[in-house]
């Protein structure tokens, strides 16, 4: 029998503004998970929406292992899952890669299937349909990912150490189905340019550690604009750009989460209380504020 497995999958962003299913970036909070050979299936559950991640019963990671293991005609082995989550769910910050990794991962470990990191990686992106989020949960860092076929091609840098991100939760979740459901079909050739500019800008601002870029280089008209209604921080906390320490701003994924990149610790006190302001006493929200994962994160935690 497979001996037990632990992982620690990271909190994700995509999209960072034009990064529309390309560019996506790890946090510093984690689904830490614990799992050994069982009898019967089982989870104990802590931390966020335990409610949730606790069932046994419309589970995507107990479905998603099952079903890898299924279809490549391997033995179901029932698990004993320990779980500890910080990763809200439904709100654009990568709990479904992280969920659909740890299932992959888990799935492969007690199934013997024997794949490299990189097929887990291209096993997620099929499951996941897009490289962004589980790029940067699987490897780390801030990512610019790119499909050809079954593969997946992935650039990593290192965000700036000192750079910190406050992630603005609303009360509410959002399927990442009913944001897409809202974008258009096509796009006219000027809002194609600006976005190719943008996010241009992006990588290099992040490879070059500038700061004093992202400003310009997170704006967007391919997805933001259609998202807005249903994302009430965004149209309160995109002005802060460039303003109180905040250097961009852009939807967390799919939203409804607003992601704000502050580029130094010391800054976090005033680009708060900006936050607060601009939010008001009409709009609730948790601020999360967080580190970027380095580039060349391990998924597989030491006991």
């Not at 029998?1 to 992982?7: K, R, T």
């Not at 801030?142 to 290192?158: I, L, N, P």
């Amino acid at each position: 029998m497979p001996a037990s497995l632990s992982l620690r999958l990271p909190a994700t962003s995509a999209n960072l503004g034009p990064g529309f299913d390309t560019a996506a970036i790890a946090f510093d909070f984690y689904l830490d998970i614990d799992a050994s050979p069982a009898t019967d299936f089982s989870i104990h559950a802590t931390g966020r929406d335990a409610d949730r991640t606790g069932q046994l019963h419309d589970n995507l990671i107990l479905a998603t292992y099952q079903s890898i293991l299924e279809s490549n005609n391997a033995q179901v082995v029932p698990l004993a899952l320990r779980m500890d989550n910080a990763i809200p769910l439904g709100m654009g910050c990568g709990s479904s890669a992280a969920a659909i990794l740890a299932a992959i991962a888990l799935a492969n470990h007690f199934g013997k299937l024997d794949w490299s990191s990189q097929q887990i990686l291209e096993e997620a992106n099929l499951l996941e349909g897009h490289p962004d989020n589980v790029s940067a949960c699987w490897l780390g860092g801030f990512v610019a990912a790119a499909c050809e076929g079954r593969a997946v091609h992935v650039a990593q840098v290192t965000p700036l150490p000192a750079w910190r991100a406050i992630v603005a939760i609303p009360a509410e979740p959002l399927s990442t189905t009913k944001a897409r459901a809202l974008l258009p079909t096509s796009y006219n050739i000027a809002d194609i340019v600006f976005n190719l500019q943008s996010v241009s800008l992006l990588s290099l601002a992040f490879a070059q550690a500038r700061s004093d870029l992202l400003r310009i280089a997170m704006r967007d008209r391919i997805h933001q604009p259609y998202r807005g209604p249903i994302c009430p921080l965004l149209p309160l906390l995109l002005p802060l750009a460039g303003r109180h320490g905040i250097h961009g701003a852009a939807l967390s994924g799919a939203g409804p989460a607003v992601l704000l990149i502050v580029d130094d610790e010391s800054n976090l006190p005033q680009a708060t209380a900006a936050i607060r302001a601009a939010l008001g006493p009409g709009q609730q929200a948790e601020l999360l504020a967080c580190r970027f994962l380095p580039a060349g994160h391990n998924p597989y935690r030491s006991r």
